[in-house]
C-alpha cells in the first residue's frame, strides 16, 4: 500500500545515514515571528552559517521565514506586503499572499507543521511535494483569526495549536539552529511558559539524534517591542523586529564558539566547553537572556 504523503514528510533519517552539519528550525509568532526569525537567519547567513542550504522546519511564521529563505526572498520584499488586519475571515488571503512571495515555488529544503481539521491531529508537509504557498498558508491558519486551508481533501490550520517550534521533529543533524520568537521574556509568563515546553522538545531532539542545539530567542528589549498577542500583526512594530534580531544574532553567535566554528566549517559536533549564560541548559548551549 503506497504511504500518504503526510506519512512520508515526517520521516527522518535512517539510523546510521550521513547526517548534515546544520539543520534549522523556525518558530511561530505571527508577522513579528516573520521579521524577527529573518533578521537572526540573516546575520547568521551573512557570519558563513549556512541555513540557505540546511533542511529546516517551520511553524507558522517560521514557514514562512524557511520559505523566504529557499526563495531568497529579501525582508525590503515583505516590508512592501500591506499590514495584516485580524480577524480576516477572507478565504485565501494566506495563501494569496504566498502567492505573492513565492509564486508557485517548491522546495525539498523546507517543511512545515500544521494541524488536520478537525482532529488537530498535528503533521509535517513537505515542500518538496507542495508549493510553499500551500505551506505556509497551512501552517498560519491561526484559528479565528483566519479559516482553514485546503490542501487538496484536507483542511489545515496553524501548526502552533499544538506547538510553536515542534523542535523535537526537527531532521537529524549534527548541528540545530532554533529560532523561536515566542519564548523567554516574551509576554511574561506566557514565554516563559513556551520555554519551558520548548526545551522539553530540544531534550529528546538531542536524545534522539545526539546532536547539538543552539536555541536564539528574543531578548528584554525585543520583547518590548510586542505587550500584546496583537501588537505581533502591527507592522511597525515588525519592521523594527529585524533590525534588532539581527543585531542580537551577530552579538550572540560571535561570543559562542560552537556556532562560531560552524560558521567557518569548522565545527566537530562536540560539546561547546564555554560556561553557558544565566538561564541556559545542556539542551541548548546558545540562548539569548
Request: with cysteine; net charge positive; charged share 20%.
Amino acid at each position: 500500500m503506497a504511504r500518504t504523503a503526510e506519512k512520508a514528510d515526517a520521516e527522518v533519517a535512517a539510523p546510521g545515514a550521513a547526517l548534515p552539519t546544520v539543520t534549522a528550525v523556525y518558530g511561530g509568532g505571527g508577522p513579528f515571528g516573520i521579521t524577527y526569525g529573518l533578521g537572526v537567519a540573516d546575520a547568521l547567513l551573512d557570519l558563513g552559517v549556512p541555513l540557505r542550504s540546511a533542511p529546516s522546519l517551520g511553524t507558522s511564521a517560521g514557514a514562512w521565514v524557511a520559505s523566504c529563505l529557499a526563495t531568497n526572498t529579501t525582508f525590503e520584499t515583505l516590508c512592501e506586503l500591506p499590514a495584516i488586519r485580524v480577524p480576516n475571515p477572507t478565504p485565501g488571503f494566506l495563501r494569496g499572499m504566498g502567492r505573492e512571495l513565492f509564486g508557485a515555488a517548491r522546495s525539498d529544503l523546507v517543511r512545515a507543521c500544521a494541524v488536520r481539521v478537525p482532529s488537530g491531529r498535528p503533521v509535517i508537509l513537505s515542500g518538496a511535494k507542495h508549493d510553499l504557498a500551500d505551506l505556509v498558508a497551512a501552517s498560519s491558519a491561526v484559528p479565528w483569526l483566519f479559516p482553514p486551508v485546503r490542501i487538496g481533501r484536507r483542511l489545515y490550520a496553524d501548526g502552533g495549536v499544538r506547538s510553536l517550534v515542534h523542535a523535537d521533529k526537527s531532521a537529524a543533524a549534527r548541528h540545530l539552529v532554533v529560532v523561536a520568537p515566542i519564548a523567554g521574556p516574551m509576554f511574561g509568563r506566557g514565554g516563559r511558559a513556551m520555554e519551558v515546553m520548548l526545551r522539553r522538545e530540544l531534550r529528546r531532539w538531542r536524545e534522539r539524534t545526539g546532536g547539538m542545539a543552539h536555541l536564539i530567542r528574543p531578548d528584554s528589549r525585543i520583547a518590548s517591542l510586542a505587550r500584546h498577542p496583537l501588537d505581533l500583526f502591527d507592522k511597525d512594530r515588525t519592521a523594527a523586529a529585524y533590525p534588532m534580531a539581527y543585531q542580537q544574532a551577530s552579538k550572540l553567535a560571535s561570543n559562542w564558539s560552537a556556532l562560531s566554528q560552524l560558521a567557518t566549517g569548522d565545527a566537530m559536533g562536540t560539546a561547546d566547553t564555554r560556561t553557558p549564560p544565566p538561564g541556559a541548559r545542556e539542551a541548548a548551549p546558545l540562548v539569548a537572556v
